[in-house]
């Protein structure tokens, strides 16, 4: 009995201490508020990055996507692309920086920016209060909203339809949030697609997610439907960590030269036949 | 990263939301650890058996489940095999845990009954039992008594591997540890929480597994 005493009062401990240790890094990365700010004014369009501390890697500019959200961000032969990612590159080019695509689960995301992983997301982010705490946005890059879908058959006309209703959502979205004030009954997954892929099996009453998501599902012969039910329109942002100013006037720039040249126009109109700016 | 009184005052707020998912937790384990052990047993006795083609069968099932990933296995019943049989989301997880920890049970099993004394298979025999009615009477008894410590083992396995089961919307315990960390951005907190519990309840195993080994060894000389 005593011997196991020792063995928990030693577990207990060496937890204490490595939260006490880990506690002490958290001043870090929370520097270069102000200095970032002064210098970008100066600076125009794709100037020379060098000697810049904006990105986690000299000359590279890493974005990240959830790399699971048809046609923002997905794999085509075995290749990272998609809205989402085009932008990305699109920005790199202007900034004259290096483009280093990445993907990471979307509720990491967030995180990751805090924590300097990625320079930015370019991941369909729709800004929000409880995120404007975590990060910083750009302008919004395109305007979309949560849809309501569910199973052919299934009679969901309302919101309030949704009580009592099971629940697919990514993990982590605005959509989760939407869904969880009509019901308790929600069931997540870690992409709009695999929830989506769940309510095409029958396996939940509805989901909610971005219109667009789910008319690509649509399209490729998922048995689902569109509800006609939508949410507030929402803006979507570009990420960058709290206090980046330099790197986000930059993508601010960007996004608005792209606007101009018809760049964006463009770009939006290959993956959704229209501005989806607008 | 989280100072120790933030972590101790998140676990405390959150201690009502564990719960439920802590129930399914348990849940899990129990409905994979029973379908898995019977499953391991079936395998086991197929594989030291000689009906034709048994033994093959048994290794068929044996590579094929530990050659490949947990989460790959769940992934596949879970919307695989939905247009073969819709088990619903409980039994699609808990059926691909037992049948993952069915195949290291069959090895164990296995290995229980050939560290059994082959003399006691030709004394049952001798005494005019037929080879089954030797393996129910003689041999398994003794075999089963060995397989407590790694079945032990095994079910502490299960336990964690059975938070796998938050990638196909179970809500158990680290998906509920993934909920939170979303919501809050606090996700260190969350997860260093998480640890705890499970922590807690495979030391609380293996205790019980302890009790259980010293209870039956008393037999022994």
């Keep these: 009995m005593k011997k196991k005493r020792n063995i928990l009062s030693v577990l207990l ?17 929370n520097n270069g508020d102000g200095q970032a700010s002064a210098t970008s004014d100066t600076s125009s369009s794709a100037s020379s990055a060098a000697g810049s501390s904006m990105t986690r890697e000299e000359g590279v500019f890493t974005f990240v996507s959830s790399g699971e959200f048809q046609p ?19 920005l790199a080019k202007r900034m004259g920086l290096k483009p280093n695509p990445v993907t990471a689960p979307f509720s990491g995301i967030i995180t990751g920016i805090k924590e300097g992983r990625y320079d930015a997301a370019v991941a369909s982010h729709t800004i929000t209060e409880e995120r404007l705490q975590q990060v910083d946005f750009s302008d919004p890059y395109y305007l979309s909203g949560g849809h309501l ?50 309510l095409d099996q029958g396996k939940h009453d509805a989901v909610v997610t971005d219109i667009i998501v789910g008319d690509i599902a649509i399209q490729q012969g998922f048995k689902i439907k ?9 803006k979507q942002g570009i990420a960058v960590r709290k206090g980046n100013t330099e790197l986000l006037n930059k993508i601010n720039e960007a996004l608005r030269q792209m606007h101009e040249d018809g760049t964006y126009q463009k770009l939006s109109e290959k993956y959704f036949n229209r501005d989806i700016s607008k | 990263m989280p100072s120790f009184s933030h972590v101790v005052e998140e676990f405390i707020r959150t201690f009502p939301l ?17 379908v898995g052990t019977v499953i391991g047993l079936l395998f086991a006795l197929l594989k030291v058996s000689r009906i034709p083609l048994g033994p093959m069968l048994a290794d068929l099932y044996i590579t094929l489940i530990r050659g490949t990933p947990l989460i790959v296995q769940i992934f596949v019943l879970y919307f695989g095999f939905y247009k073969v049989v819709d088990l619903g989301q409980f039994w699609s997880a808990s059926l691909a845990l037992a049948v993952h920890s069915g195949a290291y049970i069959a090895e164990i099993f296995r290995g229980a009954i050939q560290s059994i004394d082959k003399g006691q298979m030709e004394a049952g025999l001798s005494l005019g039992m037929s080879p089954a009615q030797t393996m129910r009477r003689i041999i398994l008894p003794q075999a089963l008594k060995r397989s407590i410590p790694p079945l032990g083992n095994q079910f502490i396995l299960l336990l964690k591997e059975s938070s796998l089961a938050a990638f196909i919307a179970m809500e158990e315990l680290f998906s509920m540890a993934r909920r939170l960390s979303a919501e809050t951005f606090d996700e260190m907190t969350f997860f260093l929480i998480v640890a705890v519990y499970y922590l807690v309840i495979v ?9 259980l080994e010293q209870r039956l060894a008393k037999g022994d000389s």
């Design chain 1, 13 to 29: 401990l060496s937890v204490a201490l490595l939260a006490a240790g880990c506690g002490s890094a958290e001043t870090s990365g």
């Design chain 1, 72 to 90: 923002f961000s997905y794999y085509k032969d075995g290749q990272l692309t998609g809205f989402d990612v085009e932008i990305g590159m699109e």
């Design chain 1, 149 to 198: 879908f569910t199973r052919p058959g299934e009679e969901i006309t309302s919101l309030e339809d949704l009580r009592g209703k099971e629940v697919a959502v990514a993990l982590g979205t605005v959509y989760e949030q939407l869904a969880r004030e009509y019901t308790d009954n929600i069931k997540t997954y870690d992409s709009d697609v695999t929830a989506l892929r769940a």
């Design chain 1, 226 to 234: 569109a509800t006609g039910v939508k949410f507030t329109e929402d």
């Design chain 2, 18 to 34: 564990f719960m439920k998912p802590l129930l399914l937790t348990f849940e899990l384990t129990f409905a994979s650890g029973v």
């Design chain 2, 203 to 211: 030391l609380f195993f293996t205790y019980l597994v302890k009790r």
